[in-house]
């Protein structure tokens, strides 16, 4: 595979449709080599290289392989076998890297092989089963009953750069609240639905919230969600604003959000797209079914901007 036309990148409008590039990964399971299928989506990718020379680093994160150079541009190697568990996996010349951009990061992955472009419903999207891994997002089934698992390479590299913590979450509170707010609380009370199918997401996304003093309530997909807004008509836990994932096993941020503007009693809630998938044409997608706004994660000074804009027209617009 070379590079990915930006037609391979689209996401369906609306959402129900996605396409992502499955491949091969061998990993050790209970002393055994088992190979395995998986898949990520074809928005955050790049290209497909054969396996370049890759120069290690004199300090090495468990996982990360080396840095390899991309027409003059330099970019992490993450041994994905080691990043998901396994002790110690060689690079083999045999293997290619998948090039990723997203949440304004570029990585290159190693994996035995890629197969093919697939296009995937998400409702056909199930959750992963408990024991299948904190850095797999969704499961679907393929042929011969065989599971393809969906991987959360987001988390992935958020593991090798802060560990288990969320991002938001490192470094001095102080410091945080100091560069959110100024010393002020722009949620002033505020109802929002936060909706991700990552619980390690939502828990650091939660935290800056709350200290800018909204009223957090959390959804792991677009169908939980739904079903939230839906039991908040009609009572004073009304929700102010929700920011929503995009990717999503059984129902997406696009679905999520066709569905809530369609809605007679929820037409003009205001919805902030907090995603990984950057680019404009996915930006594009978001905003062309009904989202008031669209930001790449891994920023959340943009995002606490962006969601008192919203809310900000949404009043104005309501009282003209």
């Not at 988390?155 to 969320?166: N, S, T, Y």
């Not at 569905?259 to 996915?282: D, Y």
Request: hydrophobic fraction near 40%; glycine fraction near 10%.
């Amino acid at each position: 595979m070379g590079d990915l036309s930006d037609k391979q990148r689209q996401m369906e409008l609306g959402g129900s449709v996605f396409e992502l590039i499955e491949f091969s990964l061998t990993r050790m399971i209970r002393g055994k080599p088992v190979k395995g299928v998986y898949g990520v989506n074809v928005a955050k990718v790049r290209e497909v290289v054969r396996m370049p020379l890759i120069n290690p680093l004199s300090s090495r994160v468990k996982g990360v392989a080396g840095v390899f150079e991309l027409r003059g541009i330099p970019i992490p190697a993450v041994n994905l076998a080691v990043a998901l568990g396994d002790d110690h996996a060689e690079p083999l010349a045999s293997q290619q890297i998948i090039v990723t951009e997203f949440s304004q990061k570029r990585a290159g992955f190693i994996v035995d092989s890629t197969r093919r472009i697939r296009r995937v419903a998400w409702d056909k999207v199930m959750p992963p089963s408990a024991d299948a891994g904190t850095c797999i997002n969704g499961m679907t089934l393929i042929e011969q009953n065989n599971f393809l698992f969906i991987l959360d390479l987001e988390r992935v590299l958020i593991m090798l750069e802060f560990g288990d913590a969320p991002p938001t979450s490192q470094g001095s509170a102080s410091r945080e609240r100091e560069s959110y707010t100024d010393g002020k609380q722009s949620g002033r009370g505020k109802r929002v639905l936060l909706v991700d199918d990552s619980k390690f997401i939502r828990n650091g996304v939660r935290q800056v919230l709350l200290r800018e003093g909204y009223h957090v309530t959390e959804a792991g997909d677009g169908a939980e969600a739904l079903a939230a807004l839906d039991r908040s008509l009609g009572t004073a836990q009304r929700f102010d604003i929700m920011v929503s994932d995009v990717e999503m096993p059984r129902m997406d941020g696009l679905t999520l959000t066709r569905k809530v503007r369609e809605h007679p009693g929820l037409s003009t809630l205001p919805i902030v797209l907090h995603t990984s998938l950057s680019g404009r044409s996915n930006q594009a997608a978001g905003m062309s079914i009904g989202a008031n706004g669209y930001v790449v994660k891994n920023d959340m000074l943009t995002l606490l901007a962006m969601m008192t804009e919203v809310m900000e027209s949404s009043e104005h617009a309501l009282s003209a």
